[in-house]
């Protein structure tokens, strides 16, 4: 296996539901997606996690006014992530995966023979970004990309605040202080990354680049390792 940080180490992608599904669009969109992550994956190991977005959250909603348990929630969530992965990896044919693999091993297992392996959740207790940074330890990748519904990390949430100003570089530490203020860890929360994969990567010192996911042209310079419009997070 190539040693962290070198030309072919592996890069894992944490694509969020909120910006696969968004009503505009989305055909042409995902089918763009397909193509780039196809080229990057031929280029190198390349694995990528989908997320479940406002469709995870209405169905979590549902089964939460229903009385079900935060456990059968999360599996509900995980199921939506997974048929968004399953959209993605049928369009993008052999050799990745048709069936998303249902564990990190099962996807470190495969990336090797037939990159890019996609996949949505695995197990309750976190989201696809916690998936990523599991996937990314387990593979040396390089740095994980998160390709989010907004174009980096916010001083404070640019949904609602006009004024937030995007912060370019941001060290671990800062970082997590802001998870931890951020996220709750209940089913269906959102946040910009989550705090297991947050503490995962900080750990092993792997970098995590954030992007808008709908600027295609950003995101492939974000995974090619090329100059990119967004937020660093490493040190
Ligand atoms: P997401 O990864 O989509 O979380 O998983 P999110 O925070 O809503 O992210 P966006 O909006 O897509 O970017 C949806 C839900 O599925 C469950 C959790 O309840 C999560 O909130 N899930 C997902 C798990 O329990 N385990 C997993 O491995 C993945």
Redesign the pocket.
Known sequence: MPSAGGPLAPVVVSI????LLTGERDADYLGELAKLLARRGAAGPLVATT????T??RY?EIGRALGLTDVE???I??D??RLHARLLASRIGPPTPSHPPSTVREAVEAVHRSSPVIL????????????AALLAVRLRASRVVNA??VAGVYDRDPRGHPEARRLDRLSWTEFRTMVEAGASGT?????VF?RLGADLLARARIPLHVVAGRDLRNLEAALAGVAFEGTRIEG
């Not at 969020?16 to 910006?19: K, N």
């Not at 949505?120 to 998936?131: M, S």
């Not at 089913?187 to 946040?191: A, E, N, V």
Request: zero cysteines; charged letters at 20%.
């Open positions: 969020g539901g909120s910006v997320g479940g977005g406002p995870a959250r979590i929630l999360d599996e969530g995980i939506v992530t949505g959740g695995t197990e309750p207790g976190h989201t696809t970004d916690g998936v989010t519904d089913p269906g929360q959102t946040f989550d």
